[in-house]
T-cell receptor, first 114, second 116 residues
């Protein structure tokens, strides 16, 4: 069975600093996708970044980048130059199958310290 | 606003009552998903539709839950004889079919259900 594990329930980072959120997953599939979603307090979940499993190159979106280690089944998110607006729950997620079902981790609550 | 919308945003009900939630997806999206998110957890898949057809239901979806998507547009999720354990945020997401590559799921704001 596919599982997604986020071992850091909460993290804090000073504004303008860099923080890395960890995620590991378990799967026997070869074709899948990985995501990081952001869920601000009382607001909608939005996609931060995605990674196709068949791509070796790590995805980057502005201040957000991932470290995808397929053999180790690890998918961490690095946020550079942290901003107050980055404060949110971050969910690591795994998508598989033609139905595009998503399995989410339990989330990491990120606090930004001014 | 052309995003996914959900109604109501909050619902408080007494145990044993029936509740119904509505989701309006992005208009051109033919896939619609329902997830449940309890406190301190990530969302869990409940069911999904492609057009009007309900193609899969999670084992989390007990017989008290039913979902419909008439005419492949909006969707409703009904919970009959609510229990306190049904208290959660119910999220809806929509997407285009995956012809090539990945199709992003766009999430609505959710309906927070509290069963007293």
């Amino acid at each position: 069975a596919q599982t997604v594990t986020q071992s850091q329930p909460e993290m804090s980072v000073q504004e303008a600093e860099t923080v890395t959120l960890s995620c590991t997953y378990d799967t026997s599939e070869s074709d899948y996708y990985l995501f990081w979603y952001k869920q601000p307090p009382s607001r909608q979940m939005i996609l931060v970044i995605r990674q196709e499993a068949y791509k070796q190159q790590n995805a980057t979106e502005n201040r957000f980048s991932v470290n995808f280690q397929k053999a180790a089944k690890s998918f961490s998110l690095k946020i550079s130059d942290s901003q107050l607006g980055d404060a949110a729950m971050y969910f690591c997620a795994y998508l598989y199958g033609q139905d595009d079902k998503i399995i989410f981790g339990k989330g990491t609550r990120l606090h930004i310290l001014p | 606003d052309t995003g996914v919308s959900q109604d109501p945003r909050h619902k408080i009900t007494k145990r044993g009552q029936n509740v119904t939630f509505r989701c309006d997806p992005i208009s051109e999206h033919n896939r619609l998903y329902w997830y449940r998110q309890t406190l301190g957890q990530g969302p869990e898949f409940l069911t999904y539709f492609q057009n009007e057809a309900q193609l899969e239901k999670s084992r989390l979806l007990s017989d008290r839950f039913s979902a419909e998507r008439p005419k492949g547009s909006f969707s409703t999720l009904e919970i009959q004889r609510t229990e306190q354990g049904d208290s959660a945020m119910y999220l809806c997401a929509s997407s285009l079919p995956r012809d090539r590559g990945i199709s992003e799921q766009y999430f609505g704001p959710g309906t927070r259900l509290t069963v007293t």
